[in-house]
């Protein structure tokens, strides 16, 4: 179809209106995303729900405004539809590849799900929470509070990690190295206690404190690995930190050391040292 068959089809007396409902999907849009910051901070135990919810209603919002849009600025019969559709396909498909396949990519992220709004994610190199999924990006806000703007098309054949996949909880996992020649039942013994007795920690869910040998640079280590869920996802680092800081301090007292190059005697035994 020529450029000036296409003029034909436009009607100028509908581009009012389609400017009209352009603006009130912007604005409805908007009021959607007010409405529902409100209702997360009133519920907070379902704003997971309500945020998945919301950014399912925009995207839908935002499709039948483009239709409304063009309904009104073109006049068209049903074989002229096919082959105007046809030649915007076409047209899309070398010109804005990007962003088409940023918007096919928004819809499968918002039908299969690979992670939703609220969850705790890692994706190229970045960790935070996902606070929009839209027609051709995903907004996340990481731990240190900047906003990262990803596009659709980037989640399309690539990995992408979800701590809570749409919980309030979350798993952490935390470890702590001390020398092998320390006091290793007293060690785990602290971790265990320090994790159940931080204000963050979840006791629903299963938790454990696993010990293994580990090589850190050129010594051989006593790793404490702590798996734990959080209470809410939002107090991940506060739970981290009191943790840490618990553990730490009760290494202290208790005369238990950091991995350290031992020199030992020949014939001698870790036993007989001791």
Same mark, same amino acid.
């Given at each position: 179809?020529?450029?000036?068959?296409?003029?034909?089809?436009?009607? /100028?007396?509908?581009?009012?209106?389609?400017?009209?409902?352009?603006? @009130?999907?912007?604005?409805?849009?908007? @009021?959607?995303?007010?409405?529902?910051?409100?209702?997360?901070?009133?519920?907070?135990?379902?704003?997971?729900?309500?945020?998945?919810?919301?950014?399912?209603?925009?995207?839908?919002?935002?499709?039948?405004?483009?239709?409304?849009?063009?309904?009104?600025?073109?006049?068209?019969?049903?074989?002229?539809?096919?082959?105007?559709?046809?030649?915007?396909?076409?047209?899309?498909?070398?010109?804005?590849?990007?962003?088409?396949?940023?918007?096919?990519?928004? @819809?499968?992220?918002?039908?299969?799900?690979?992670?939703?709004?609220?969850?705790?994610?890692?994706?190229?190199?970045?960790?935070?929470?996902?606070?929009?999924?839209?027609?051709?990006?995903?907004?996340?806000?990481?731990?240190?509070?900047?906003?990262?703007?990803?596009?659709?098309?980037?989640?399309?054949?690539?990995?992408?990690?979800?701590?809570?996949?749409?919980?309030?909880?979350?798993? @952490?996992?935390?470890?702590?190295?001390?020398?092998?020649?320390?006091?290793?039942?007293?060690?785990?013994?602290?971790?265990?206690?320090?994790?159940?007795?931080?204000?963050?920690?979840?006791?629903?869910?299963?938790?454990?404190?696993?010990?293994?040998?580990?090589?850190?640079?050129?010594?051989?280590?006593?790793?404490?690995?702590?798996?734990?869920?959080?209470?809410?996802?939002?107090?991940?680092?506060? /739970?981290?930190?009191?943790?840490?800081?618990?553990?730490?301090?009760?290494?202290?007292?208790?005369?238990?050391?950091?991995?350290?190059?031992?020199?030992?005697?020949?014939?001698?035994?870790?036993?007989?040292?001791?």
């Amino acid at each position: 179809m020529e450029a000036g068959q296409i003029l034909e089809l436009i009607r /100028f007396s509908g581009l009012v209106s389609a400017i009209f409902v352009i603006a @009130v999907t912007w604005f409805i849009a908007r @009021v959607l995303r007010e409405v529902t910051e409100r209702i997360t901070a009133a519920f907070a135990k379902n704003r997971l729900l309500v945020s998945q919810i919301s950014a399912f209603i925009r995207f839908a919002i935002y499709v039948l405004g483009a239709l409304f849009a063009f309904q009104s600025m073109f006049s068209v019969s049903k074989e002229v539809l096919t082959v105007l559709g046809g030649t915007i396909v076409v047209t899309v498909g070398l010109v804005l590849k990007d962003q088409a396949s940023s918007v096919l990519a928004g @819809v499968m992220i918002l039908f299969e799900k690979p992670f939703q709004v609220g969850d705790r994610v890692s994706f190229g190199g970045f960790y935070g929470t996902i606070t929009n999924v839209g027609l051709r990006s995903v907004r996340l806000v990481t731990l240190d509070d900047n906003e990262v703007t990803i596009p659709n098309s980037s989640f399309l054949g690539s990995p992408v990690s979800s701590g809570n996949s749409g919980a309030l909880t979350m798993l @952490v996992q935390q470890d702590f190295h001390i020398g092998t020649d320390q006091n290793i039942p007293r060690a785990k013994k602290i971790v265990e206690e320090c994790l159940i007795s931080s204000p963050y920690f979840f006791a629903a869910k299963p938790w454990t404190v696993l010990v293994n040998e580990v090589r850190l640079d050129m010594m051989i280590a006593v790793r404490l690995r702590a798996k734990a869920y959080v209470l809410e996802l939002q107090y991940e680092k506060a /739970f981290e930190s009191d943790v840490s800081q618990r553990i730490y301090e009760a290494f202290q007292r208790e005369g238990i050391l950091p991995p350290a190059v031992l020199h030992r005697s020949p014939g001698r035994s870790l036993h007989d040292a001791a």
